[in-house]
């Protein structure tokens, strides 16, 4: 019942920033019980985690974004953003959201969003 989407991707030239979002259906009651976290991944790329916050805020990053990506979120709108500033090219890839518990995601993945960054 519970699924998230995904939005806000699209192509950018190198430098440039987007800012997705992740909306939870209505059955997601208790969005703020969990961590919600953004993966990405790159044709013929394995899934890696992005950025990821708890439900007390707290947050952490790959290397490659630091600085560069910020993960908030909202709880009272069932809401995740990540906004994405300084892209580079190595940062395409289609972004997905999930909800988890212990590092584990709980839903199944949705259809993401496309984020393309070229010249």
């Known amino acids: 019942q519970v699924h998230l989407v995904e939005s806000g991707g699209g192509l950018v030239q190198p430098g440039g920033s987007l800012r997705l979002s992740c909306a939870a259906s209505k059955p997601a009651q208790l969005f703020n019980l969990y961590t919600m976290a953004w993966y990405r991944q790159a044709p013929g790329k394995q899934r890696d985690l992005v950025a990821a916050?708890?439900?007390?805020?707290?947050?952490n990053y790959t290397d490659s974004v630091k600085g560069r990506f910020t993960i908030s979120r909202d709880d009272a709108q069932k809401m995740s953003y990540l906004q994405m500033n300084n892209l580079k090219p190595e940062d395409t890839a289609v972004y997905y959201c999930n909800s988890e518990l212990l590092g584990t995601p709980r839903l199944p993945w949705g259809q993401g969003t496309q984020v393309t960054v070229s010249s």
């Open positions: 916050i708890t439900s007390r805020g707290s947050t």
